[in-house]
C-alpha cells in the first residue's frame, strides 16, 4: 500500500453504528403518539366539545317533554265538564238507592206489624165454625123437647171439630195412658204402688198435656205406677 492510499483511508469517516435498544425506543414512542391522535379524534368523535351543540342538546332535551305534559284550556274545560256529568249521575243514583232503601225498610216494618197483629187470623177463622157448632148445641139444649143423647151427639161432633182444627195448625194433646213416664212430657201428680206393675208406667191421666209441633205448651198431669213384688201366702206348719 501507497502512503497515498493510506492517507485517503485515514481521512475516510466510519459511518456511525445505532445500537439496537435505541431502534426499539424510537418505534415505542412513535406508536404512542399515533395511538394518542387516534384516541383524540374519537373522543372528538363520539363526545364533541363543542359548547354550541351541548347546550343546544340538553334545551331540546328538557323543553320538549314540558310542551307534551301541558295540556290546553280547552282540554282542561273539556274534562271538568265530563267529571262534573259524572258526579251528577253518581249523585242521581245514590239518591234514589237511598230512597229505595227507606222504602223498603218502611215496607218491613209494615208488614211485620202486620204480622204480629193479624198472625191468628187462619186460626182464628177455623175456630168460628167452632164456636157456632157450641152455640147451636147450647140452644139445643135449652129447648125442653132436646133428647139428653142428641145433645151428648152434638157435643161430640163439636169436641172433634175443634181436635182437628188445633191439629192443623200443629197443636196435638199429649195423652199418655198406659205408656212410659217422660218428664220432658209428663207431670206426676202421685205414685200408686201397683201389684206386678211395670215400675214408671202412667195409670190415670188427670188433665191431658198439648204441644205446638216440637214445642210443650202444657205437660200431662198423670199417676204413675210403682211396682209392689207380691207377697208369698204363708206355709201352714
Not at 253518581?90 to 225498610?105: F, I
Request: hydrophobic residues 35%; charged residues 30%.
Amino acid at each position: 500500500m501507497t502512503s497515498d492510499e493510506s492517507m485517503s483511508l485515514v481521512g475516510e469517516k466510519k459511518p456511525q453504528q445505532t445500537k439496537p435498544n435505541e431502534k426499539h425506543a424510537d418505534s415505542a414512542v412513535s406508536d404512542t403518539a399515533t395511538k394518542a391522535k387516534s384516541t383524540e379524534q374519537t373522543d372528538s368523535t363520539l363526545f364533541p366539545d363543542t359548547p354550541e351543540q351541548t347546550d343546544s342538546t340538553a334545551t331540546t332535551d328538557t323543553e320538549a317533554p314540558t310542551a307534551e305534559a301541558t295540556p290546553s284550556v280547552d282540554e282542561l274545560t273539556r274534562q271538568l265538564a265530563q267529571a262534573k256529568q259524572k258526579a251528577e249521575i253518581h249523585w242521581d243514583n245514590l239518591l234514589r238507592k237511598q230512597a229505595d232503601y227507606d222504602n223498603l225498610q218502611k215496607r218491613m216494618a209494615r208488614e211485620l206489624d202486620n204480622a204480629r197483629k193479624y198472625a191468628l187470623e187462619k186460626f182464628a177463622t177455623e175456630l168460628l165454625a167452632v164456636k157456632d157448632s157450641m152455640e147451636l148445641g147450647l140452644d139445643a139444649a135449652a129447648k125442653s123437647e132436646t133428647e139428653l143423647g142428641a145433645v151428648h151427639e152434638g157435643m161430640d161432633l163439636t169436641l172433634k171439630m175443634m181436635t182437628d182444627t188445633m191439629a192443623k195448625f200443629g197443636i196435638n194433646e199429649i195423652n199418655p195412658i198406659e205408656e212410659k213416664f217422660n218428664p220432658q212430657w209428663h207431670e206426676a201428680m202421685a205414685m200408686q204402688p201397683v201389684p206386678n206393675a211395670e215400675d214408671g208406667t202412667v195409670l190415670h191421666v188427670h188433665q191431658k198435656g198439648y204441644q205446638l209441633n216440637d214445642r210443650l205448651l202444657r205437660p200431662a198431669r198423670v199417676m204413675v205406677a210403682k211396682a209392689v213384688n207380691a207377697e208369698k201366702p204363708l206355709e201352714n206348719q
